[in-house]
């Protein structure tokens, strides 16, 4: 587990490849967290997950309960990717998602990363919104990208190395 001086108090970092992954009541969470969108991971990749470089879990974590989460992947400091960003269906517009990517933005900038690169369905107004409030710029349209007919939009933020 990573510590983090300017953490949201319920934030928890893991890091992959540090012996320090989530717990087993946590990767189920984890799990039924993630089966709520797109795309979702079974327990074995998300426990497989540790043993890949560069991949840094963000969790929150309120009275052991997981109520959002974010994935990053971050091979380099040029180009760090958010692959996952999802809150529990019953704390939505609470502001935790908000909150839990600038709290990624925050820790990206104190290893001073560069850019957070992300990719969204160009439908889901709920993740676009929230990313250009903490603005990410538009790249351009990845067509099919989620299956036919269901195109991605790339965005892309700078991280300032000052707000860390
Ligand atoms: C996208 C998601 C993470 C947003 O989390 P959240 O905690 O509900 O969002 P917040 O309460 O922090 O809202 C922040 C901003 O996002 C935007 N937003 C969030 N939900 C929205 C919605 N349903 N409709 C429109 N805008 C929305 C708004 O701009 C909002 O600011 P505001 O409340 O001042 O208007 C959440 O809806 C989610 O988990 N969705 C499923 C997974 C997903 O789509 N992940 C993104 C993958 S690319």
Redesign the pocket.
């Known amino acids: 587990m990573n510590y983090f001086s300017s953490a949201h108090p319920s934030l928890v970092i893991f890091s992959s490849c540090q012996n320090n992954w989530p717990d087993s009541n946590t990767l189920d969470q984890l799990v039924a967290l993630d089966k ?3 795309f979702p991971w079974s327990l074995d990749r998300w426990k497989d997950l540790d043993q890949q470089e560069h991949f840094i879990l963000f969790l929150l974590l309120e009275s052991e309960e997981l109520t ?1 989460m974010g994935l990053v992947y971050a091979p380099n400091l040029e180009q760090s990717e ?1 692959i ?4 529990q269906a019953c ?9 839990l990517l600038e709290n990624v933005i925050s820790y990206l900038s104190s290893i001073k990363a560069e850019s957070l690169f ?4 160009e439908t ?4 676009l ?2 990313y ?2 903490l603005n990410f710029n538009e790249l351009g349209v990845k067509q099919n990208f989620y299956g036919p007919g269901r195109n991605g939009i790339s965005m892309r933020r700078s991280i300032d190395a000052t707000q860390a």
């Open positions: 709520g969108f797109n959002a958010l996952k960003l999802t809150v704390y939505k517009r609470q502001g935790k998602g908000i909150k992300l990719d969204v369905e889901n107004l709920a993740a919104n929230l250009r409030n």
